[in-house]
Nanobody
Framework: QVQLVESGGGLVQAGGSLRLSCAAS????????MGWYRQAPGKQRELVAD???????RYADSVKGRFTISRDNAKNTVWLQMNSLKLEDTAVYYC??????????WGQGTQVTVSQ
């Protein structure tokens, strides 16, 4: 089994920064993709950013230029540096990982709240 443990969420004022981390542990044979989704109240879960395969990254248009995803392969860990946070970034952020055989794993979620 694979576990994803997230940390780093919290309350921040608009314009501020937060850094999320997600560490994967357990029976990990390969990581095909790893990254973050988010879900705001009343909205569908959406991709925020991820790192695929050899290291290519994807970002939602709404976070490009503000968020940066990075990875440490040796530690099976990804980070999401979030700068210039906006009210609309408020959501529960979920780490996800696609492993061997395209099995998908999810973290428990961490709340990010951006206030005025």
């Amino acid at each position: 089994q694979v576990q994803l443990v997230e940390s780093g969420g919290g309350l921040v004022q608009a314009g501020g920064s937060l850094r999320l981390s997600c560490a994967a542990s357990g029976r990990i044979f390969s990581i095909n993709a790893m990254g973050w989704y988010r879900q705001a109240p009343g909205k569908q879960r959406e991709l925020v950013a991820d790192i695929i395969g050899g290291g290519s990254t994807r970002y939602a248009d709404s976070v490009k230029g503000r968020f940066t995803i990075s990875r440490d392969n040796a530690k099976n860990t990804v980070w999401l540096q979030m700068n210039s946070l906006k009210l609309e970034d408020t959501a529960v952020y979920y780490c996800y990982m696609i492993g061997l055989g395209d099995s998908t794993y999810w973290g428990q979620g961490t709340q990010v709240t951006v206030s005025q």
